[in-house]
């Protein structure tokens, strides 16, 4: 019996544990507390880092020039719906991510366990990371107001922390968000980068029976606006990588009978391509000031900088394949979808050196939805651990077959920077 076998009912355990305490990002302090516990359970002396607040990471030294970092993701996500959600914060484990982190301990344990270090031809970092997903932004501002936090994103303040300095190559998985026959994986798939815009409608209130003459509404600048943004989709340079989705956000406290002087209206804009993305922000204002001015309003716009574009590794991706075709307990690969629309931080860590995020199945419902779920346990627990850990070996010992990069960390907040304003 291998150690994943022999480890599958601890981790089973712990992955009902996680399930069963979802913890929204920065917050993950039930989820850092048992991953720690489960740490010290493989190896009493090992050496832990802390970082915000609840991030962990530990490093295993092999007294080599490079470092592969094994990242897993700690928090959870706001899905009240779930049967899992936490009934006072409505968190709720609706991503998968802690099977990330039951992967990441079923490693270090085989690394342990089996004295396995001297076989990899990289140190070894296990990051587990806090806040991938982009949510309760209101308490984030605040947070970022007290001077608490820098970035919404976990890894986008790990990577100001200075976390990943020694770290040369990540690999990073992911649950796919599909119902799959047979046990599968995928490979070279890119994820989008997102900004947020929000924009505030001011016209002028009065009674909408007795003198809608001297109101101007707020409510048909935004819906012009709407329909502008429609009209512009016709205009757009590769469409399949761009996605937009203005909606109205905020309560509507005007009575029924009164010309709304003030909505509020947010869009994400999902992109490849930076330079586009920011030409396309200017021409979201452009239609905002032209609406307004259109029906006798004003408006203020202001840009949430989101994350960056994973692009995954392709030189990692011809490794992972090798493994693959030598295993004989995984069935399918996908290895030709290219990219998704879907985003995450992962893309950050991309932006500064090769990095790679493989998916996995063995789920059943929408991923983000109320019904998602764990379907194939000794899959997910047991068989992709490792694969995982075959993987990382491969990896380690073909370095020289990856066309390597390292961006520093000025150049990385140079192009956040970069990300937030107009061209």
């Known amino acids: 019996m291998s150690s994943f076998q022999e480890y599958y009912p601890r981790m089973r355990e712990l992955a009902d544990y996680l399930l069963n305490n979802p913890e929204l990002g920065y917050k993950e302090y039930k989820t850092s507390e048992a991953i720690e516990e489960a740490i010290h359970e493989i190896t009493p002396m090992v050496k832990v880092e802390h970082f915000c607040n609840t991030g962990i990471k530990v490093v295993f030294n092999n007294h080599q020039t490079k470092t592969i970092g094994i990242i ?52 070894l970092a296990f990051i587990f990371t806090p806040a991938e997903e982009f949510v309760d932004l209101e308490w984030r501002k605040k947070q970022k107001a007290e001077g608490k936090i820098t970035y919404f994103g976990g890894k986008q303040e790990a990577i100001k922390l200075g976390v990943f300095d020694d770290v040369d190559y990540c690999v990073s998985v992911h649950a796919i968000g599909e119902n799959f026959e047979r046990r599968t994986i995928e490979i070279n798939c890119d994820l989008a980068g997102f900004n947020f815009q929000y924009f505030d409608f001011f016209g002028k209130a009065s009674h909408a029976a007795f003198a809608p003459e001297e109101g101007v509404n707020a409510q048909s600048i935004a819906t012009l606006f709407t329909t502008a943004l429609a009209f512009k989709r016709q205009q757009l340079k590769n469409p399949n990588q761009i996605r937009f989705n203005p909606v109205m956000i905020g309560d509507n406290t005007e009575s029924i009978n009164v010309i709304p002087d003030h909505v509020s209206m947010g869009t994400d804009i999902r992109y490849f391509d930076v330079e586009y993305a920011q030409q396309l922000m200017k021409q979201f204002n452009q239609a905002a000031e032209g609406c307004s001015l259109a029906l006798g309003g004003n408006f203020n716009s202001e840009t949430q900088v989101g994350y960056l574009p994973l692009r995954s590794n392709r030189d990692m991706n011809a490794l992972i394949k090798n493994v693959f075709l030598r295993n004989d307990k995984i069935s399918e690969l996908i290895e030709n979808r290219g990219y998704t629309m879907a985003a995450g931080d992962i893309g950050d860590v991309s932006y500064l050196m090769p990095t790679i995020q493989i998916g996995y199945g063995g789920w059943n419902g929408t991923i983000h939805g109320s019904d998602f779920k764990l379907v194939d346990p000794v899959f997910v627990l047991d068989i992709f651990p490792e694969f995982i850990f075959n993987s990382v070996l491969e990896i380690s010992n073909n370095l020289n077959k990856i066309r390597t990069y390292r961006r520093t960390n000025q150049e990385y907040l140079e192009q956040l920077n970069k990300m937030g304003a107009e061209k």
């Open 72 to 123: 897993a993701e700690l928090d959870s996500l706001c899905q009240p719906g779930h049967r899992n959600a936490d009934s006072e914060t409505g968190a709720a484990q609706a991503c998968g991510h802690y099977t990330q982190v039951t992967i990441a301990l079923a490693i270090m344990n085989e690394l342990v366990k089996n004295k396995r270090i001297g076989d990899f031809g990289a140190n």
